[in-house]
């Protein structure tokens, strides 16, 4: 088991290699010139040529790359080129909200999601699974943005429940910090439960229909003992499965969650800072996610062990 | 699990669900004497002096302090200066400093301070370029008084080192000034009416400043950036909120104080509401700018240029880019209409009748024969993309082969560096805006001038522009000033550098708690206090 | 599954296939029927009361739905109702491609990796590292590079979606290559081609095609997403995206710009969704029950 660990986390070096290359090279050879913005509207032609030498941006391709590896490696991922802060810093702001929201966002979907699947699978072909299976596949179709100004709209304006946007640090106050996230949740969280409850339903009805089932209904077993003590624990591998999937999607749902409900996290750091090319921090943050899909990759892995006694690594 | 856990657990997840949503203080209200403040954009860069962003220059004016400063009738009044003699030759000018004039530090605020910081801002200032050349030297006499002389006579010395927006000639410690022009600073000490709180600062998020208690306000009431700087309250929260909606509804709930500036469309949402106060607290405006590449075909030549002045209308932008009309009005102007220099001069083919046929007659005098032109966007600068669409359509109307090309914000600004025809990624037009105080004259009015090359972005070349803008900045007085000002513009409307799209102000609200609001071209956060 | 009782006086032939279909699966044939409504109102917008998308008319900005317009008017006075018919053919346009696309290069990729040791370790090497971006950045970064345009956005989605292709492509390659069929068929002397067409092929098409469907619904929904950003189709081009993302400062004044492109939106990814489910269905029986 520990072999194993240390095998993927080895494993891991080559891909993150790929991913540090293809976002440097990216954003290499991309058109617009942190010098322009930075310079600002008035600037003139010499100005932003001197300010691009100045950033180093004159240098050549390798050696720029290298710089950056060298300090990366060190625990130094550079310099924002707007704000002269560290990206090391900005992203420490940034991340404490942007987990707490993915963290809640993960409760939230799934405490309601996996028993609605299980529901679902329970009562399979009647109008309860039909309800389910339908609120599901609306929950995969309409655009976070539109949910979330609906909620803003219904919540926060009209019936004045919940705060409308900002986020209240834990250490603030337990009840505001809930207050904050409950509508970023629910926004970011649709498509997510959407697809474990439905993965949770197909993975149960798997379960369901084996012979072992069917002894431990027949030797009396109350339902509910049958469905969470037998059926869940031997669907629970798909569902580990989906959620380190489903990870990937929150990620890119922080984004838009963030920008509309004016929560200081990573994924709006992350727009500011791709559309105004400030590289930097886009290399940072991106090397940041993929590491962070990486290891919780592996967790899921891992977890496959804990829920699965057959799984041996 | 057993049936009556799972039960218990349902039932205690209910109570606890109700509890929270019940719980009345829903909206996290601003406390007593702190301002949350939603600013115009993101505060990025502390420097005022290496950029010229308007939010930086708020910055600015929140931390520093300057010499002089502009009052509402464009005069510089005295700020840091006690008192200041010309001699009679009108080379030498002598300053004497305020008293008890203290950096956040607590050092004293010493002339090599401000002679420091008057030579970083002379590299990078337009107008403090013009300056230096005429400068000889600057020398301290002693920690209070240091005069600046001249090799020629400046008259507009006091303006320019007065001057209300971008780039300010805020005043820095010695240390700090002297890094260099071209590199950021970092320390953020100033002698202003506030201290920023550099451990707070969240960028893209928040920014936080405190009241400085060592400062000492000047005793004339406020008139813009001149007379006392009087703080009233303890804390100022800069809170940037990128999404309108967003931010309307968070001042409708409560939970800023203050919008900087509104999406015109959404007065009416805010006025809905009895405790939020929509106005228009910016005499000056903004002025919207169409841009031509001179240097590139169709727009270099002149006649295509003047086409334009003949189908753009001013309403029809204005409608789309300020909705209502209390919040522009058209100005056929090179300079900021309300101010002393603007006027109507030369400006018949612009202001009147809309004239597709005679500009279809001047494409076809100039030889257009159906080139296509690169009009830049950018998609999340909404100002300068209603301009954009607007006129594109516009000028498809009488012919033009329009490629209405859009991009970013920071794309487009770094592709109009493009001096290349459009098949090298070149580009014909592109819009952006400048606030009132950047037009009021020929010094400041950089597009406006003609100097090739060097000019702002579309680099026209007009000798006789420029020869007239060298006079007016040693007219004798406002009379030949408002001449020579004219004359600049008729000219201007023959050789069209850009073609002005019209003036609109961008409104203000805050709630009903907040009074002292100052009215000038540039918001500022002293005498503003809150119930 | 509780089963209507059948008629059984009918003779078996009368059973209208229609009907049987419909009764078995409701829910695919709704998502059909949807999808082509889309379809036929996407290719027949010019002919279903629209005027031209593009024109500004300043004076006519910000309307609410009235018998002229019968959706309204957004900021530029642009008719709603003509945008968001016209906007049909930009967002299927983005589905429909980049499922293609995907599917297609996927596939390729997918097909050689499952083959060639080296190719595998190379190339899949590189597909996860493009799999652990987020696909939203990932597409942003890429509209970052290049002007806006439609051809960019569908280039841009692409990219992030094709590694999980490969990866669905290349697992059927690697189970199937060790089939017995398949050996034997290379036994029997089959070309490599040959048995790439005849065998192995004919078994990925089903999960491609389903992954290919889902692909679509969540492209249509990337392009929304960055179209809200900022990154997406160029603004004067109506996509249901950018019709949406123009219109959400005015969402607490004017709602009727966001909830028409919305509710048309949704229900086309609906639509997708659901004839996805119902090709997973129908070409892969145990399938259904996995998802």
């Known amino acids: 088991m520990f072999a194993y660990i240390i095998r993927r986390l080895v494993a891991t070096i080559p891909v993150m290699g790929v991913v540090a290359i293809f976002v440097f090279s990216l954003l290499y050879i991309a058109p617009g010139d942190p010098a322009a913005v930075i310079a600002g509207d008035l600037a003139t032609s010499d100005d932003i040529a001197r300010i691009h030498a100045q950033l180093g941006l004159d240098e050549p391709f390798l050696l720029r790359f290298g710089h950056w590896l060298w300090g990366v490696l060190h625990g130094d991922l550079g310099t924002s080129i707007f704000t002269n802060l560290p990206v090391t810093q900005l992203i420490a702001q940034r991340l404490e909200p942007t987990i707490a929201l993915t963290l809640t966002t993960l409760v939230v979907t799934i405490t309601f999601a996996i028993p609605l699947g299980v529901i679902a699978a329970w009562k399979v072909g009647t109008w309860i699974d039909r309800l389910v299976m339908l609120v599901a596949v609306l929950g995969f179709s309409v655009p976070s943005f539109v949910l979330a100004y609906v909620l803003i709209l219904v919540f926060s304006v009209e019936l004045d429940l919940l705060p409308v946007q900002g986020y209240v640090s834990i250490r603030d106050g337990f009840v505001p910090f809930i207050q904050h996230l409950i509508l970023p949740s629910i926004a970011l969280g649709l498509i997510y439960g959407a697809l474990i409850a439905r993965i949770t339903r197909a993975s149960m009805l798997d379960v369901l229909s084996q012979d072992y089932i069917r002894t431990a209904q027949a030797k009396g077993l109350a339902s509910s003992d049958v469905l969470i003590g037998h059926a869940l624990k031997n669907a629970a591998v798909p569902i580990a499965t989906v959620i380190g999937i489903g990870l990937a999607l929150l990620i890119s749902g922080v984004i838009v969650t963030e920008t509309v409900f004016a929560i200081p996290g990573i994924g709006r750091l992350t727009v500011d800072a791709i559309l105004r090319r400030d590289y930097p921090i886009i290399q940072g943050v991106i090397l940041l996610f993929s590491a962070a899909y990486v290891l919780v990759n592996l967790a899921v892995d891992i977890s496959y062990t804990l829920l699965d006694p057959r799984v041996r690594y | 699990m057993t049936k009556v856990s799972t039960r218990f657990l349902r039932v205690a997840a209910a109570v606890a669900l109700a509890a929270l949503v019940a719980v009345p203080a829903a909206h996290a209200q601003s406390s007593g004497k702190t301002i949350k403040f939603i600013p115009e954009a993101d505060l990025r860069s502390l420097d005022p002096i290496w950029t010229t962003a308007y939010i930086t220059r708020n910055h600015g004016y929140m931390v520093y302090d300057t010499l002089f400063a502009l009052d509402e009738h464009f005069k510089p009044q005295p700020q840091m200066v006690d008192t200041w003699k010309v001699s009679d030759d009108k080379l030498t000018y002598t300053f004497t400093l305020r008293d008890q004039l203290k950096f956040h530090d607590g050092q004293p605020v010493r002339s090599a301070d401000c002679i420091a910081s008057l030579e970083r801002w002379m590299k990078r200032d337009a107008f403090g370029q013009a300056l230096a050349q005429s400068v000889g030297e600057m020398k301290a006499q002693d920690d209070k008084t240091f005069s600046i002389v001249l090799k020629k006579p400046f008259p507009l010395l006091l303006d320019a080192i007065g001057k209300l927006s971008s780039n300010v000639p805020f005043i820095m410690p010695e240390r700090v000034a002297k890094t260099d022009a071209n590199t950021q600073i970092t320390d953020p000490t100033g002698s202003g009416p506030f201290k920023f709180v550099k451990d707070e600062w969240v960028p893209g998020n928040k920014a936080v400043y405190v009241k400085n208690p060592d400062y000492v306000p000047r005793k004339e009431p406020p008139s813009w950036a001149a007379g006392g700087k009087v703080v009233k309250v303890d804390r100022v929260e800069w809170l940037y909120i990128p999404d309108s909606a967003t931010a309307a509804a968070a001042i409708n709930a409560g939970e800023v104080d203050w919008w900087q500036q509104l999406p015109p469309d959404l007065v009416p949402l805010l006025q809905k509401n009895k405790d939020v106060t929509v106005a228009n607290v910016d005499p000056l405006g903004s002025l919207g700018v169409a841009r031509f590449n001179h240097l590139q075909p169709p727009f270099n030549s002149e006649k295509m240029r003047q086409a334009v002045l003949y189908v753009l209308d001013q309403k029809d932008v204005m409608t789309v880019l300020a909705g209502d009309e209390k919040n522009w009005r058209t100005c056929y102007s090179y300079y900021t209409c309300g101010t002393p220099m603007a006027s109507e001069a030369g400006a018949a083919p612009l202001k009147g009748k809309r004239d597709p046929a005679k500009a279809k007659a001047l494409l076809k005098e100039a030889g257009y024969n159906g080139e296509r032109v690169v009009l830049m966007t950018a998609t999340d600068q909404p100002i300068v993309n209603a301009q954009a669409q607007v006129v594109a359509e516009e000028l498809r109307q009488i012919g033009f082969n329009v490629d209405l090309q859009a991009m970013d914000w920071g794309t487009l600004i770094t592709r109009r560096t493009v001096k290349e025809s459009i098949d090298k990624n070149g580009w014909s037009m592109f819009f952006t805006w400048l606030v009132g105080p950047d037009m009021i004259n020929p010094a400041l009015n950089f597009p406006l001038r003609g100097n090739g090359e060097k000019a702002w972005f579309g680099w026209p070349t007009d000798d006789k522009l420029e020869a007239m803008r060298a006079q007016w900045m040693e007219a004798a007085d406002l009379e030949a000033q408002k001449k020579l000002a004219a004359d600049i513009q008729q000219e201007a409307f023959t050789s069209v550098p850009f073609v002005p799209t019209g003036q609109f102000i961008i409104p203000t609200a805050y709630r009903k708690g907040l009074h002292g609001v100052i009215v000038a071209p540039v918001v500022f956060l002293w005498n503003v206090e809150k119930e | 599954m509780a089963v209507a009782p059948i008629d059984i006086a009918a003779p078996i032939a009368q059973r209208h296939w229609l009907r049987e279909a419909v009764r078995r699966h409701p829910t695919?044939?709704?998502?059909?029927?949807?999808?082509?409504?889309?379809?036929?109102?996407?290719?027949?917008?010019?002919?279903?009361?629209?005027?031209?998308?593009?024109?500004v008319a300043p004076i006519k900005r910000l309307r609410f739905p009235s018998e002229a317009y019968w959706f309204g008017?957004?900021?530029?006075?642009?008719?709603?109702?003509?945008?968001?018919?016209?906007?049909?053919?930009?967002?299927?346009?983005?589905?429909?491609?980049?499922?293609?696309?995907s599917t297609v290069i996927g596939l390729a990729i997918g097909l050689v990796t499952g083959f060639s040791r080296i190719a595998d370790a190379i190339i899949m090497r590189f597909m996860d590292g493009l799999m652990s971006i987020p696909p939203v950045l990932l597409a942003i970064a890429l509209m970052a590079l290049t002007k806006a345009s439609l051809g960019n956005v569908v280039l841009a989605i692409t990219i992030s979606e094709v590694p999980r292709v490969a990866r669905l492509v290349r697992g059927v390659v690697l189970s199937l290559r060790e089939q017995p069929f398949v050996e034997a068929a290379m036994a029997a002397g089959t070309g490599f081609f040959r048995t790439l067409w005849r065998h192995i092929l004919p078994n990925t098409i089903a999960p491609v095609l389903v992954q290919a469907t889902y692909i679509c619904a969540s492209a249509m929904i990337t392009e929304a997403v960055l179209s809200f950003i900022g990154a997406g189709t160029p603004p004067q081009i109506p996509s249901w995206g950018n019709i949406m993302a123009e219109g959400r400062s005015y969402f607490q004044i004017k709602p009727y710009i966001i909830i028409f492109p919305g509710i048309f939106l949704s229900l086309t990814v609906l639509a997708v969704n659901l004839v996805g489910d119902g090709l997973r269905d129908a070409l892969d029986p145990r399938l259904a029950r996995r998802m």
């Open chain 3, 73 to 101: 008017t957004d900021a530029y006075g642009r008719d709603v109702y003509s945008r968001t018919l016209y906007g049909a053919r930009v967002s299927l346009a983005v589905g429909l491609g980049v499922a293609l696309l």
């Open chain 3, 28 to 55: 695919v044939i709704a998502g059909s029927l949807l999808l082509l409504l889309m379809g036929a109102m996407a290719l027949l917008a010019p002919y279903l009361g629209t005027v031209d998308p593009l024109s």
